[in-house]
C-alpha cells in the first residue's frame, strides 16, 4: 500500500486510451466500472478534442459481480462492434476488472468478430500509463503490421505520438518539414492519426524515427528485429539535439546534412547581453525521462544555466537519467512520489523549475518560477498557437517560454535598485505578468492552514533582520531566509539579527 | 396560496412511466464527492483504499483546484496487498499511522472504499473501529463507499453523510437539521432565514467542524438541501428523526415551497412568512426573469449525472419557461424528488440510469436548444452543433436559494447567450 497525494502518471489502461484516441478506425472495449469513465474527460476538456474517445466502457456494477460480468462485456464488444464498424478492436480490462479476472481478451476471440481483436495484458498494480501506451502501440504494431515493399523514396515513419501528448500535434508537423529538407518523406505517423491499416503498412518505409521513446519503444525494437528496420536514437528537442538528429538521419539515408537555421532565434537570443542574466541560474529538471534529459541538455549548453537538480517519474528511464546527472554533476531524484519531488525542490533552492504541471504548483507554493517541459498535461499545455518542442520552432519555443517566468535582465537590475520604491515593490514580480502574480506571490510564499509541514524551526528573526530580509529580491529571499536560519541553527544560534544575515550571506557566497 | 408570484402556471404532470436504462453509463463514482466534501469538512481527512485509478480519478476531476496539499490522498493497493503478502489491514494501520502524524490536526478520518478495495474485500468498516479505538477520542475513524461499481457521483456524499449520521450524539431536543454539503455563503442564507421565521436551533450536516456537530433524536426535523441523499434521509428515520419533504430549494418557486414546508413544520404563521420572504422572494422573481429572457420556450435535454436533474428540470420549466425534451437521472427516488416531479411542466421523457450511446441518440433526435451533460460528452456535442452546460458546474457553484436563483437561471442561459453572440462563421 502507498500512500500517495498526486500521480505522475494514471493507470496502465489510460495509456491505451491514448493511442486508440490518438488512431483512427480502432476502438477498445475496456472492462471497467462507471466511474473509470472520467478518463473521457481527459481527452476532450484537457486536449479539448471534438469527438469522444473510441472507447466502450462495460461500466459493471456491484449486482453484476459474480453473475454475468462476462457476459456483459460480451454484449458490450458485439454493440461496439455494430455501432462503430472499426477495422480492429483492442480489448483490455482496468485494475478492478483485472481483479474479477473475465478474461476479456479470450471472451473477445471467441466471438468470431469479422476484425482483428488485439487483448490487452496491462498489469494495473505493477504499472502505469506510459508502459499502458507502450505496451498497447506494440501489440497493435505486432498484430497487424505486415512484410511490405518498401517506398520507392527513402520514408520513415514518426513513432510515438498520442492523443494527450505534450506538444505531440506541433512536434510532428515540425519533424516532417525537417525531415522533408533532408529530402526524407513519411510513410506513416503511428499511433495518432494512423488507422489499423496503416499499421499494416508500417514496413515500407526505410527506417523509423522514434520521437517519444516512452510509448514508442516496444515497437520500433519489434519492428528493428522483424523487418530490420533501424530507429533513431536521437530526440531532436534543443538546438544541439536537432543537429545530431540531422547527422543520425543522414547517416541512415547516406544524404548530406543540412538544417535550415534561418528561423532558428535561440543562440543568438541566449548569447544577446539582455541574456547575461541567465548565467549561472540554478535550475531543477524533472519530468518524462526523454523530456527532462533534453531540457538539461539545453539547460547548461544552450542557455547557460546550473542545473542542480535532475531526475524523471517513469523508472523505465531511471538509468539514463541518472547517468547523465552524474556527467552534470548534480542530485538526481528517480521517484513518482510528488512530495518527495517538492521536498527536494524545497532543500535545492533553485532559482527556476524545469517540470510538469506538479511542479508548476509546488513553484507556486514555494515561490520559484517555472516552465512546463513534460507531461502530465493540463488544457494551459495545448496552446492555439504553433508550439512545437522539437527542431527548430521547438528550440524558439522553449527559449521563450523558459525566460518567460523569469524577471527580464535589467529588470532585475532596476528592481534591486528601486526596492524601496513602493510604486515598483519587487512583489509584484515581472513586470509582464500584470497585478495576478503580486497576491499569487504572496499567498505563495507564507504557506497557510494547508500546509502539511510541521515546523521544525524555532529560530527567532529580529524585526531589524526580518527588515533587512525584506530588501532582498523576492526571488531569493527564501533562500535567504532558508540558509540564514541553517547558518544560524548550525552554529546554536536561537535569534538572528543583521550580522546573522550578513554572516550567513558571505559563508554561502558562491 | 402566495402574494407574490411570478405568473401564475398550469400544473405539472405526476407519475409518468420511466424508461429504465442498463448500458454503458457515462458518469463519475461517488469518490468525486470527496473533492467538495474534503473543502467543506475543515478538519477530516478522505483516505481512499483503491488503485492508481482511483488516485487519477481524484486529480483530474479536482483539476485546477490543486493549490495547496488536499486533505485527501489514496492509499494505493500494490501486488504485495493482492497477493496477500502484506496483510492489507496492517498496512492500512501503517499507512493511517503515517498520515495522521503528518496530519495532527485532523479531527476525522474517513476510509473510503473503492472498487478494488470491495471487490477484494477488504473490509474498512472492520478497520475503522479498529482504528477508532486506537485514536480515539483525538480522531474519528468512519468509512464509506464511493465506488464505481455501488455508487454514481453524488451517492459519494450521500454515502458519507450516512455514515456520519450514526455517531451523531442522541438529543431530546427538538431541532432542525439541514442535511446536504453546502457553500458557505449559500448556507448561512438558509439559516438566516429560518432564523428570521423563528426556527431554531438549526444545526447542518456536514458541519464544518466536529466540534459544531448537532445530536438527533425523534424531535429532530430534518430537510433536505440535495436530491441525492437518500441513504442519509434513511440513515436519519432510522434515528427517528422525521423528514419535511418539500419540493428542493432552487429558484424562488422551490425555495418558497421548501422553506414554508419547514415553517408549517415549525407552526409558522403565515404573515411572519409572508413579511420574511417578501423582500427575497421579489428579487429572485426579478432575477431569474431577467436572465430566464434567452431560455423561454427554449428546449433542454438532461444526461444522467447528479441527481439534480428532476429538481431542475422543475426550475426550468416552471420558473425559466422551458421545455424539456428528456430528463436523465441516475437513480429516481420518488419519496425524495416525488415534490419536484409533480410540479414538472408538459411531460418530458423521465429515464434512470443509462446506455450512453442510445441516449445519444434520442438527444440527436430530439435536436434540444441546450444539453445538460458530464465533461466526457460536452465537447464532441458541440462539435456537433449542440449548446451545452456541464452538469458538474452545477455541483460546484452555489446556485440553492432566492439570491442564487437568478445565477441559476444564469448557468443555463450563458451557454445560450454565448451562442448567439459569437460569429464565427462570417470569419471563415
Ligand atoms: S470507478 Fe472504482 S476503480 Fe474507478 S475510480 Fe471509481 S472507485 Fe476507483
Known amino acids: 500500500m502507498k500512500l500517495t497525494v498526486w500521480t505522475y502518471e494514471g493507470p496502465p489502461h489510460v495509456g491505451a486510451m491514448r493511442v486508440a484516441t490518438g488512431m483512427t478506425d480502432l476502438h477498445y472495449v475496456l472492462h471497467a466500472p462507471q466511474g473509470d469513465t472520467y478518463a473521457d474527460l481527459l481527452f476532450t476538456m484537457i486536449e479539448r478534442r471534438d469527438r469522444r474517445p473510441p472507447v466502450t466502457f462495460t461500466t459493471f456494477q456491484a449486482r453484476d459481480l459474480g453473475s454475468d460480468t462476462a457476459n456483459l462485456f460480451k454484449t458490450a464488444c458485439r454493440d461496439a462492434y455494430d455501432r462503430f464498424r472499426p477495422q480492429a478492436l483492442i480489448v483490455g480490462a482496468s485494475c478492478t476488472a483485472e481483479l474479477i479476472q473475465d478474461d476479456p481478451g479470450g471472451i473477445a476471440e471467441t466471438m468470431g468478430l469479422p476484425v482483428p481483436v488485439i487483448p490487452l495484458e496491462l498489469p494495473s498494480y505493477q504499472r502505469k500509463e506510459n508502459f499502458g501506451a507502450d505496451e498497447t502501440f506494440y501489440q497493435i504494431v505486432r498484430t497487424l503490421a505486415r512484410p511490405v515493399r518498401k517506398t520507392p523514396h527513402v520514408t520513415v515513419n514518426l513513432l510515438g505520438p498520442t492523443a494527450l501528448g505534450f506538444r505531440h500535434r506541433d512536434d510532428i508537423l515540425e519533424v516532417t518539414a525537417l525531415l522533408a529538407d533532408l529530402g526524407v518523406g513519411v510513410n506513416v505517423v503511428a499511433p495518432m492519426t494512423a488507422s489499423p491499416a496503416d499499421i499494416a503498412r508500417l514496413g515500407a518505409a526505410h527506417f523509423n524515427v522514434v520521437l517519444y521513446p516512452e510509448t514508442a519503444e516496444s515497437a520500433a525494437r519489434w519492428m528493428e528485429r522483424e523487418f530490420q528496420m533501424p530507429y533513431t536514437k536521437v530526440v531532436p528537442i534543443g538546438v544541439g539535439a536537432t543537429h545530431d538528429f540531422v547527422k543520425e538521419v543522414v547517416t541512415l539515408t547516406g544524404g548530406k546534412p543540412s538544417l535550415d537555421v534561418s528561423r532558428l532565434h535561440l543562440p543568438w537570443y541566449s548569447r544577446s547581453v539582455d541574456s547575461n542574466y541567465l548565467t549561472g541560474k540554478r535550475v531543477f529538471v524533472f519530468g518524462d525521462g526523454t523530456h527532462a534529459m533534453a531540457a538539461a541538455r539545453i539547460a547548461r549548453d544552450e542557455m547557460g544555466f546550473d542545473v542542480v537538480g535532475l531526475g524523471c517519474y517513469n523508472r523505465e528511464r531511471a538509468r539514463a537519467v541518472r547517468s547523465m546527472a552524474r556527467d552534470l554533476g548534480c542530485d538526481v531524484l528517480i521517484t513518482d512520489d510528488y512530495l518527495e519531488v517538492e521536498r527536494s525542490i524545497e532543500s535545492l533552492a533553485p532559482e527556476l523549475i524545469l517540470g510538469t504541471q506538479m511542479e508548476r504548483h509546488i513553484g507556486k507554493r514555494l515561490g520559484i518560477p517555472c516552465a512546463v517541459i513534460s507531461a502530465p498535461v493540463h488544457v494551459q499545455d495545448f496552446p492555439a498557437r504553433y508550439s512545437p518542442q522539437m527542431g527548430i520552432e521547438g528550440a524558439n519555443v522553449i527559449f521563450d517560454t523558459w525566460v518567460h517566468p523569469l524577471v527580464m535582465g535589467l529588470e532585475e537590475h532596476l528592481l534591486t535598485m528601486f526596492r524601496e520604491d513602493f510604486e515598483f515593490c519587487d512583489e509584484a514580480g515581472p513586470s509582464h505578468h500584470g497585478v495576478v502574480s503580486a497576491s499569487r506571490r504572496e499567498s505563495c510564499a507564507e504557506p497557510g492552514v494547508e500546509s502539511m509541514r510541521p515546523s521544525t524551526i524555532e529560530i527567532v528573526w529580529r524585526p531589524a533582520a526580518e527588515k533587512e530580509l525584506r530588501k532582498i529580491p523576492f526571488f531569493v529571499r527564501g533562500k535567504a531566509r532558508r540558509n540564514t536560519e541553517i547558518f544560524a541553527g548550525e552554529r546554536g544560534l536561537s535569534e538572528i539579527d543583521i550580522d546573522t544575515l550578513y554572516e550567513a550571506k558571505a559563508h554561502y557566497a558562491r | ?428
Open chain 2, 1 to 428: 396560496m402566495t402574494a407574490v408570484a411570478c405568473e401564475p402556471r398550469p400544473h405539472g404532470c405526476r407519475d409518468v412511466p420511466v424508461l429504465k436504462e442498463r448500458g454503458q453509463h457515462e458518469v463519475f463514482c461517488g469518490l468525486t464527492g470527496i473533492i467538495w466534501l474534503h473543502r467543506k469538512m475543515q478538519d477530516a481527512f478522505f483516505l481512499v483504499v483503491g488503485s492508481r485509478t482511483c488516485a487519477h480519478l481524484l486529480q483530474s476531476a479536482a483539476g485546477v483546484m490543486i493549490f495547496a496539499e488536499p486533505r485527501f490522498a489514496t492509499a494505493i493497493l500494490e501486488e504485495t496487498d493482492l497477493a496477500g503478502l502484506a496483510d492489507a489491514q496492517t498496512e492500512l494501520d501503517r499507512v493511517v499511522g503515517e498520515l495522521l502524524e503528518r496530519r495532527p490536526d485532523i479531527r476525522q478520518l474517513f476510509l473510503v472504499g473503492s472498487c478494488p478495495s470491495e471487490v477484494i474485500k477488504l473490509d474498512l468498516q472492520r478497520a475503522a473501529e479498529r482504528l477508532s479505538d486506537l485514536y480515539a477520542p483525538n480522531v474519528r475513524i468512519l468509512n464509506f463507499s464511493g465506488s464505481g461499481i455501488e455508487t454514481t457521483f453524488t451517492q459519494g456524499e450521500d454515502a458519507c453523510l450516512a455514515s456520519m449520521v450514526s455517531v451523531l450524539p442522541e438529543t431530546r431536543t427538538r431541532n432542525l437539521l439541514l442535511v446536504g454539503a453546502l457553500p458557505d455563503v449559500v448556507e448561512e442564507q438558509a439559516v438566516s432565514l429560518l432564523s428570521a421565521l423563528g426556527i431554531g436551533p438549526i444545526r447542518v450536516l456536514p458541519a464544518s467542524r466536529t466540534t459544531f456537530e448537532s445530536g438527533v433524536g425523534e424531535n429532530t426535523l430534518f430537510a433536505l438541501t440535495q436530491p441525492f441523499l437518500g441513504d442519509t434521509h434513511a440513515a436519519l428515520e432510522r434515528r427517528k428523526a422525521r423528514h419535511i419533504p418539500a419540493p428542493f430549494p432552487f429558484g424562488e418557486e422551490g425555495t418558497t415551497a421548501w422553506l414554508r414546508a419547514i415553517a408549517d413544520a415549525f407552526d409558522i404563521d403565515d404573515e411572519t412568512f409572508e413579511r420574511v420572504t417578501r423582500a427575497p422572494r421579489t428579487r429572485a422573481c426579478k432575477a431569474v426573469a431577467q436572465a430566464a429572457e434567452v431560455l423561454r420556450n427554449k428546449s433542454i435535454f438532461f444526461f444522467p449525472d447528479s441527481q439534480l436533474e428532476i429538481p431542475l428540470a422543475r426550475f426550468v420549466t416552471r420558473e425559466c419557461g422551458m421545455r424539456v425534451a428528456e430528463v436523465g437521472t441516475p437513480f429516481l427516488h420518488k419519496g425524495v424528488v416525488g415534490p419536484d416531479m409533480a410540479l414538472i411542466e408538459g411531460c418530458p421523457v423521465f429515464s434512470e440510469g443509462q446506455d450512453v450511446d442510445r441516449q445519444l441518440d434520442r438527444c440527436r433526435a430530439a435536436r434540444p436548444d441546450l444539453v445538460v451533460c458530464g465533461l466526457g460528452l460536452a465537447n464532441p456535442l458541440e462539435a456537433e452543433g449542440f449548446t451545452t452546460k456541464w452538469a458538474i458546474e452545477l455541483v460546484f457553484t452555489p446556485i440553492h436559494f432566492y439570491e442564487q436563483a437568478g445565477d441559476l437561471a444564469g448557468l443555463f442561459s450563458r451557454p445560450l447567450r454565448r451562442f448567439q453572440s459569437l460569429n464565427l462563421m462570417a470569419a471563415e
